[in-house]
Nanobody, 125 residues
Framework: QVQLVESGGGSVQAGGSLRLSCVAS????????MGWFRQTPAKEREGVAA???????KYYRDLKGRFTISRDNANNTVYLQLNSVEPEDTAMYYC???????????????????WGQGTQVTVSS
């Protein structure tokens, strides 16, 4: 069974940066579509970024200018770099594996087969 373990969340002031990590076990991330999603109590889970095996990166709307998804195949780890964070970025961030990377991937969280437990990001103004 695939296990995904996120880390790197925390509290940060607006304008700051964080790097989230997701370590995968029993899954070769280099051949899987990996995604980062986020959720707040008021909103459904939404896509943030996705990474295809061919290193094709997808971002939800205007997050591309502030967030960067990357991968370290040797360590089976996927990262999400958050820069210039805003209070609206406050959410639980989840790593997901083996799901869609094309089309409206950001709305298809239920098609990802494996999920981590999440890491909380809190941005203060």
């Amino acid at each position: 069974q695939v296990q995904l373990v996120e880390s790197g969340g925390g509290s940060v002031q607006a304008g700051g940066s964080l790097r989230l990590s997701c370590v995968a076990s029993t899954l070769r991330i280099g051949i899987s579509c990996m995604g980062w999603f986020r959720q707040t109590p008021a909103k459904e889970r939404e896509g943030v970024a996705a990474l295809r095996p061919v290193d094709d990166r997808k971002y939800y709307r205007d997050l591309k200018g502030r967030f960067t998804i990357s991968r370290d195949n040797a360590n089976n780890t996927v990262y999400l770099q958050l820069n210039s964070v805003e209070p609206e970025d406050t959410a639980m961030y989840y790593c997901a594996a083996d799901g869609p990377c094309g089309g409206n991937w950001y709305d298809r969280a239920d098609e990802y087969r494996s999920w981590g437990q999440g890491t909380q990001v809190t941005v203060s103004s």
